[in-house]
């Protein structure tokens, strides 16, 4: 009974020592995105059913124990019953158990089609991607489309433009809304990861995956590479900041103004050569 109880022990403790996700959402304890709430949602029923399953067979397996033990006393004379090749119990715990894992694999089809089903991807994100985010040996690229005229970003081209704007290990996205990237590698495989999010994709040579996600909190989160790409893996951690429109279009904007730099410092108004008219 010692290793349940610590098991259980340990689940209950775990939140408030940090051994358990990353808890930023605005709703308590749960994940930072709508979708990362439904994925945590399938882990606890998960959870659930295995705690069931491991206590309950540990109960059990006490309980023979017990009585295993009751019936080698002196003075009993009943036969030990054997239950190996008992046709019945074969099929209870080989039905159980398909059971359990068909309702597991039936109930997670919709979460599972949401996230990686284009089909089924918010609304929100027909509108195209809002990035390219590449991965390589060991840093995030990042490249957004420039703003057009009217100040809002021009739509994602598949191939580079001279008016994209880059940033290395640094992903804005406007918080409350569904946004997409594409997903790309330079070199091996590695994985996009918003720990915070529940959001984990793998980047995969010759594919251009896309990805959604939304922020459901405005602030900064981790992104991390999740496959063992290298000496350097460790060096891909990056950040992710979710924040309103307006402050995401004033930092593409001095994104566009840092790029557009020539060396030759604006002058100051208050050095402005002052214009004189024809009438002085
Ligand atoms: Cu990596």
Redesign the pocket.
Known sequence: MFWPILACYACWIAPSMGWWFPFTGPTGMKAASPLGERIDDLFYMILYITTVTFVGTQVALGYVLFKGAAATDEGNTEKAWYSHGSHNLEVIWTIVPACVLLFIALYQMDVWAQFRIKDSFPSETKRGAIAEVT?R??EWRIRYPGLGPDGKPLPLMPKPQPTDLYTVNDLHVTVGTPVMIILETQD?Q??FFLPELRIKQDAVPGLDIPVWFEASKSGEYTLL?A?L??WG?YK?KARMVAETEDKYLEFLQSLTKSQNYDGVPETPAAEAPVATTAAE
Do not use: D, L, N, P
């Open positions: 991965a040996q060991f091996v590695h994985s590479c496959e790409c290298g893996h891909m």
